[in-house]
């Protein structure tokens, strides 16, 4: 489009160009060079030689969006991934390892680091690309939605593999990695194999995957993920006991005797149940606690039930059994390499809270104290979970502020996108001083929510900006 865009305007400068000199020549005296004052000549001269380097100037950037400066085909593989909650980077380096196994060489980055030149100077792409709200890219890809899938490369050299997550339960089944595919394919990129779309976790789906591969990994399968350890319930108790709202329970795992797991906060419990299904939870503890806390709520299905995954650890579990349980490194979740002098402004709702509680854990033991927490539930007397531990926190300096919304508890339904507003000057002094935000909870209604709110007070472009350095962290659900 931009293409045919400047090629119209391009011929419309010509014949301008065109029909003035024909005027100046051929006016009132007919065929004679015009009898002019040097100084129009001069002026012709100038403006002659400026329309030139300007073709000279456009010319140069078409040469550099359309043909990478070099391209050095030395054999290397590039596996890029686009995730929100980490399922795509972990199946992207299984990807990487499985071709390194092999002999490759391999150039494995988040998709929010490769540009139009990257692409452009590969022969061999693998893409591993999750989807979120209506067909959107995960928060870190949102500028390469934007930048590269906006503009037009010369992909003829390219050839690529796609593996697509997704949710057959959300309307736009895979919407990112199709629209990034057609892209692709629209630049002249051949894809080696179809596109392989994971609804959930598939196996059948990602067994189609190592297929795909084959031809460059041998037997290397990528999709043998880490395998489940069974972990026992060892403390269950209601977090909202007299709540109006869904029954949440502070459920506590411990591994399996002599097994340290590790993790960071930020990180994501795969719980597997009876009939093989899997459910994610966001840890509430650390490793130095020597067990998982989940906060779980009762959530119930249309027809009625309590939903299967809520009920195995709410209820079918008793103490003292166990259920498969692996954990996934949630790296656009943690904080890895975000100094402890960093401010952080923290924001969730309702089980949310387990995420950001880690968060504090980790951060508490750190010595740090610029924090800054949006809570919101319904009633600041039983929903309010890990209150006395927020308390104490903050008595002991490690919460600056702490603002909550307790919607049922004002006369109007407040929510902490409302109490994000209300704050924005001071929101915006935290910012500016270099605050990471992390959100966790719900994503429709509190983090679409926080998120306009945040676009309203620094700008799209500043979010999008800030999601890509690691500065806006999201953990939604
Ligand atoms: C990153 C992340 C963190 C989360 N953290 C928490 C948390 O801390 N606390 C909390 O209470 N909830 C959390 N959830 C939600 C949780 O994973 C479950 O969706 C929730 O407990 C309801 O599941 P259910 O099985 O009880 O309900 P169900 O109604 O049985 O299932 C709910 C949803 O699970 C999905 N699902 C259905 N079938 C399958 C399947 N075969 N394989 C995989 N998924 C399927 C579908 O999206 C379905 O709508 C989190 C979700 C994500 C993605
Ligand atoms: C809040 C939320 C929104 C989602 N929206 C979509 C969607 O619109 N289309 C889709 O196919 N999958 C959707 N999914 C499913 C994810 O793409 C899928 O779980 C994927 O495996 C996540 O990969 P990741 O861990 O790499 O982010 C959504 C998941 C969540 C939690």
């Not at 952080?344 to 880690?358: C, D, P, S």
Request: charged letters at 20%.
């Amino acid at each position: 489009m931009n293409d045919s865009r400047s090629r119209v305007g391009n011929v419309l400068v010509v014949v301008v160009l065109l029909a003035m000199a024909s005027w100046w020549l051929f006016a009132e005296e007919g065929l004679r060079w015009p009898d002019v004052a040097g100084s129009r000549w001069t002026l012709f001269v100038v403006v002659v030689v400026l329309y030139a380097a300007l073709c000279l100037v456009a010319i140069a950037r078409t040469r550099r969006m359309t043909r990478p400066a070099t391209v050095v085909d030395d054999g290397t593989i590039l596996v890029a991934f686009a995730t929100q909650t980490g399922f795509a980077e972990e199946l992207a380096t299984r990807t990487a390892a499985a071709l390194r196994a092999a002999g490759h060489r391999i150039d494995l980055r988040p998709l929010a680091q490769v540009d139009a030149a990257t692409l452009m100077a590969t022969r061999v792409a693998f893409f591993v690309v999750a989807t979120y709200g209506e067909g959107e890219p995960p928060d870190t890809s949102r500028r390469f939605a934007r930048e590269v899938l906006g503009a037009v490369a010369s992909l003829g050299d390219l050839r690529f593999g796609m593996l697509a997550l997704g949710d057959r339960g959300y309307e736009h089944f895979c919407g990112f990695a199709r629209t990034f595919e057609a892209w692709l394919t629209k630049q002249g990129a051949d894809p080696l194999f179809a596109r392989i779309d994971v609804d959930k976790s598939a196996s059948a789906a990602l067994a189609a995957w190592d297929a795909g591969l084959l031809p460059w990994t041998g037997d290397a399968a990528v999709q043998t993920l880490p395998s489940f350890v069974w972990w026992t319930v060892s403390e269950r108790r209601r977090a909202n006991p007299g709540s109006i709202g869904e029954p949440a329970f502070h459920v506590t795992l411990v591994p399996p005797q002599g097994e340290a797991p590790s993790w960071e906060a930020g990180d994501i419990a795969i719980v597997q149940l009876p009939d093989g299904q899997r459910r994610e939870y966001s840890i509430a503890s650390l490793p130095t606690d020597g067990r998982i806390d989940l906060l779980v709520r009762q959530a119930h299905r249309s027809d009625g039930g309590i939903g299967f995954g809520a009920r195995w650890l709410t209820s079918t579990l008793a103490i003292g059994a166990s259920t498969g349980l692996r954990i996934r490194a949630n790296q656009g979740f943690r904080l890895a390499g975000i100094a402890p002098s960093t401010p952080l402004i923290l924001i969730g709702n309702g089980t949310g809270i387990a995420g950001l509680r880690a968060h504090l854990k980790a951060r508490v033991a750190a010595g740090a104290t610029r924090h800054w927490l949006f809570f919101g539930e319904r009633h600041a007397a039983v929903d309010n979970v890990y209150g006395d531990e927020l308390d104490a926190w903050q008595r002991a300096g490690f919460l600056e502020r702490i603002s909550y919304a307790f919607s049922r508890d004002t006369p109007r339904r407040v929510h902490v996108q409302d109490r994000v507003l209300e704050q924005r000057d001071a929101v915006a002094e935290w910012l500016a001083f270099g605050a990471v935000v992390l959100v966790c909870g719900n994503a429709a209604g509190m983090a679409d929510g926080v998120d306009a709110a945040l676009k309203a007070i620094v700008g799209d472009a500043a979010l999008e900006d800030m999601a890509v350095d690691g500065r806006y962290r999201r953990d939604v659900y």
